[in-house]
């Protein structure tokens, strides 16, 4: 019997991200993106708000559960340093829910990236040392 284990703590946000589609055998970028906002964030993962679960007639969701494709994460706002900040990714679960008065998809992700590279990224981000989510 595995122990219990509570969930990480959440931090509530409202982060516009880009949503890309990668197949790992090959680091090949699927063509397209969707745009997704990320309304909370923890050490091991994120939930999204998805308006459109498709990218090249792909689903973001089983596409990325099974491991043969990752979902990459990257800031909608441009930048020097943000085009450098990808996260790398893998689908957990997946909701449909009203956002805004829109009907939408919750998407709730892991992290792939290694925690080092993610507060590395963070770190550059920021220009200091990154503390624990």
Request: proline share 5%; hydrophobic share 40%; with cysteine.
């Amino acid at each position: 019997m595995m122990p219990f284990l509570p969930r990480d703590k959440r931090i509530q946000c409202s982060l516009p991200v880009w949503l890309s589609i990668q197949e790992k055998s090959s680091q090949q970028l699927l063509p397209g993106r969707v745009a997704a906002t990320m309304i909370n964030i923890s050490k091991s993962g994120a939930c999204l708000i998805v308006p459109n679960m498709f990218i090249a007639g792909e689903h973001l969701f089983f596409t990325t559960l099974n491991g043969s494709h990752s979902l990459l994460l990257q800031p909608q706002e441009s930048g020097k340093q943000l085009n450098k900040f990808l996260i790398s990714a893998r689908s957990v679960w997946m909701d449909s829910r009203e956002y805004l008065d829109q009907l939408t998809f919750m998407l709730g992700i892991c992290y792939t990236t290694t925690q080092k590279d993610l507060f590395d990224n963070i770190k550059h981000l920021k220009g200091k040392k990154p503390t624990n989510l």
